[in-house]
């Protein structure tokens, strides 16, 4: 059991610090759980201010999002703080890392929202624990509990990216 949470602990801590060195592998790998594309021709695409995403989507939100630039054609983006478990301005725990990429080949720009590692590992440790353990009303409990909490992260966040997809929307238009 020991073995088990420390696992989920070094997942969580190693998870913290890619995503706070914004690791381009942790950002362009991982279980899309929002998608948005957004048609974006050569024009459109040329349109698009990773420079500005941050203050043009800080209005709209309540979240505060950092962006930062990948490569020529990935832009990251995460919650504004990343140290904390949950902020005091966060009520709930972030379930996805965000990633924009432009697509030429396809002509569009897509929103994506990967699933986080410890979102993943979590319902393991849960399942693990209802074998291990004696009770499965608790584990029940536990894994209707993290429900919750997924449900709760997901919807908040899927609002935020859903701004940042309409913000690139805006900014990619035809004047």
Known sequence: ????????????????????????????????????????????????YPDRLEHDVAPLTTITLAFHALAKDRIAFREGSVIGFANV??????????????????????????????????PLVFLVLAV???????ALVAVLGFLAVFAIGYFIQRKAYRSVAEV???????P
């Open 1 to 48: 059991m020991t073995i088990i949470l420390t696992a989920l602990f070094v997942v969580f801590v190693l998870e913290k610090y890619l995503l706070h060195r914004w690791s381009t592998s942790l950002f362009t790998r991982g279980i899309p759980i929002f998608t948005a594309r957004i048609p974006a021709n050569a024009t459109s695409r040329a349109l698009l």
């Open 89 to 122: 301005q966060q009520r709930y725990y972030p379930v996805m890392r965000g990633l924009i990429e432009v697509d030429a080949r396809r002509n569009e720009i897509r929103v994506q929202g990967l699933c986080n590692w410890t979102v993943l590992v979590l």
């Open 132 to 138: 291990v353990g004696s009770s499965t009303t608790t």
């Open 168 to 174: 690139i929307r805006a900014q990619t238009a035809a």
